[in-house]
């Protein structure tokens, strides 16, 4: 049977580098920066690269290696880079393709520290990005100009869940020759792949459900080949590359990914189902409930709703403070797609430096809630944030 005809999580565990002399059962982990060359000629040709093989850490190494093919067959992608952070991932992509003078259409709904990529920095360079609204896409193609070159769009979004039509996406990028880069982080390529619907390149912050213990940052970007080649290009002379450490515990960490990735969605789906029903609860948005806006969208490109849930806690900032204080067991924290469930308050912290009136075009309200589903049961799960939205 060829590769590409196993399923996915045989795939996610039954790729693997060549075994040593010790014939090993587990991958080792190659903690070296460089490798030794045979003789004279085998260091010109290689770095000449006439010769495919790993010379340096910075450029390569066989557990990044198998990181970035586990990665490629779990998108369908033909090629990779993995990097130290899922940020390393979605600057050096970007960062790789523009050129002065450039344009990028994004939503307007993308990680913090994406969003200040946007309007902080590639304006230095003369790189200007128009945005849309996740429920305006039909305003897409108005804002494509002939510098345009990027189209640049998270589906669910972070902190909000919203959803965006990515085969829609797609088809404007086509017919206007320009790339279109999805940030597949909440996702996950088990729930979904970006690439089977038009995407060029899918980017991913590896440091949340890929690794989804909590424990190490990576980032990954695959796609066509082409298109690696030039990030490859500058990343090798820039140095975002992941370590070899945290490219091995990511390998393990993808053997897990769909158990893992399976029950957080059904914890998700009950906590939303709850907080449907709770009076202290304004709204919640998950992507398989069917009050979700995007729900046929959501429907149509996901496998599952994901981990991730949105809503928020009647009271403006005193409510969403009460509840914060008041959560017992859930963690506090800004990661996200761990084993353990934590409650973030982004307009306070992933958010906090977004703009107010953006703030509010995107909806990251004072009282707005982000629950990233943990493994715990979920009948804790839910006690937890009942009893936080109900003290007073
Ligand atoms: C966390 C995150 C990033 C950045 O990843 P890091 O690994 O923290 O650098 C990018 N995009 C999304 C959607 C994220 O959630």
Request: with cysteine; proline share 4%.
């Given at each position: 049977?060829?590769?590409?005809?196993?399923?996915?999580?045989?795939?996610?565990?039954?790729?693997?580098?060549?075994?040593?002399?010790?014939?090993?059962?587990?991958?080792?982990?190659?903690?070296?920066?460089?490798?030794?060359?045979e003789d004279a000629e085998e260091m010109r040709?290689?770095?000449?690269?006439?010769?495919?093989?790993?010379?340096?850490?910075?450029?390569?190494?066989?557990?990044?290696?198998?990181?970035?093919?586990?990665?490629?067959?779990?998108?369908?992608?033909?090629?990779?880079?993995?990097?130290?952070?899922?940020?390393?991932?979605?600057?050096?992509?970007?960062?790789?393709?523009?050129?002065?003078?450039?344009?990028?259409?994004?939503?307007?709904?993308?990680?913090?520290?994406?969003?200040?990529?946007?309007?902080?920095?590639?304006?230095?360079?003369?790189?200007?990005?128009?945005?849309?609204?996740?429920?305006?896409?039909?305003?897409?193609?108005?804002?494509?100009?002939?510098?345009?070159?990027?189209?640049?769009?998270?589906?669910?979004?972070?902190?909000?869940?919203?959803?965006?039509?990515?085969?829609?996406?797609?088809?404007?990028?086509?017919?206007?020759?320009?790339?279109?880069?999805?940030?597949?982080?909440?996702?996950?390529?088990?729930?979904?792949?970006?690439?089977?619907?038009?995407?060029?390149?899918?980017?991913?912050?590896?440091?949340?459900?890929?690794?989804?213990?909590?424990?190490?940052?990576?980032?990954?970007?695959?796609?066509?080949?082409?298109?690696?080649?030039?990030?490859?290009?500058?990343?090798?002379?820039?140095?975002?590359?992941?370590?070899?450490?945290?490219?091995?515990?990511l390998s393990k960490s993808l053997e897990t990914?769909?158990?893992?990735?399976?029950?957080?969605?059904?914890?998700?789906?009950?906590?939303?189902?709850?907080?449907?029903?709770?009076?202290?609860?304004?709204?919640?948005?998950?992507?398989?409930?069917?009050?979700?806006?995007?729900?046929?969208?959501?429907?149509?490109?996901?496998?599952?709703?994901?981990?991730?849930?949105?809503?928020?806690?009647?009271?403006?900032?005193?409510?969403?403070?009460?509840?914060?204080?008041?959560?017992?067991?859930?963690?506090?924290?800004?990661?996200?797609?761990?084993?353990?469930?934590?409650?973030?308050?982004?307009?306070?912290?992933?958010?906090?430096?977004?703009?107010?009136?953006?703030?509010?075009?995107?909806?990251?309200?004072?009282?707005?809630?982000?629950?990233?589903?943990?493994?715990?049961?979920?009948?804790?799960?839910?006690?937890?944030?009942?009893?936080?939205?109900?003290?007073?």
């Open positions: 049977m060829s590769q590409k005809k196993k399923n996915f999580e045989t795939l996610a565990i039954r790729t693997q580098s060549e075994t040593t002399q010790f014939s090993e059962h587990s991958v080792p982990m190659y903690l070296t920066s460089g490798f030794v060359f040709a290689s770095f000449a690269e006439e010769k495919q093989r790993d010379l340096y850490s910075r450029y390569s190494n066989p557990n990044t290696n198998e990181f970035i093919q586990k990665v490629c067959l779990m998108e369908g992608a033909e090629d990779g880079f993995a990097f130290a952070s899922g940020m390393a991932a979605v600057y050096s992509t970007l960062a790789a393709l523009v050129n002065a003078g450039d344009h990028i259409v994004s939503s307007r709904s993308v990680f913090g520290a994406t969003h200040g990529l946007f309007t902080k920095y590639f304006p230095k360079w003369n790189i200007e990005t128009s945005y849309f609204s996740v429920d305006e896409v039909e305003v897409v193609e108005s804002l494509i100009q002939p510098n345009t070159k990027i189209i640049y769009a998270e589906t669910p979004t972070n902190p909000g869940v919203d959803v965006l039509d990515m085969e829609y996406l797609a088809a404007i990028a086509k017919k206007h020759g320009v790339l279109l880069v999805i940030d597949n982080c909440f996702a996950t390529p088990y729930l979904q792949q970006p690439i089977e619907f038009g995407a060029d390149l899918v980017v991913h912050s590896a440091t949340k459900l890929m690794d989804g213990q909590g424990r190490v940052l990576g980032g990954v970007t695959v796609g066509k080949k082409e298109l690696i080649r030039e990030i490859y290009l500058f990343s090798r002379l820039t140095g975002p590359s992941l370590s070899p450490f945290n490219a091995w515990v990914l769909a158990v893992r990735v399976d029950r957080q969605c059904e914890n998700a789906l009950k906590l939303a189902t709850f907080l449907e029903n709770h009076p202290q609860v304004n709204w919640v948005k998950y992507p398989f409930l069917k009050s979700h806006p995007q729900y046929d969208v959501a429907k149509k490109q996901m496998k599952n709703g994901g981990t991730m849930v949105a809503f928020e806690v009647k009271g403006g900032v005193e409510g969403g403070r009460n509840f914060f204080d008041n959560i017992k067991m859930c963690s506090l924290s800004a990661n996200l797609g761990d084993t353990r469930t934590i409650v973030t308050h982004p307009a306070s912290t992933t958010h906090a430096k977004v703009e107010p009136e953006v703030k509010q075009a995107v909806n990251i309200t004072d009282g707005l809630v982000r629950c990233s589903l943990g493994l715990e049961h979920i009948d804790d799960i839910i006690a937890d944030i009942k009893q936080a939205l109900e003290s007073k």
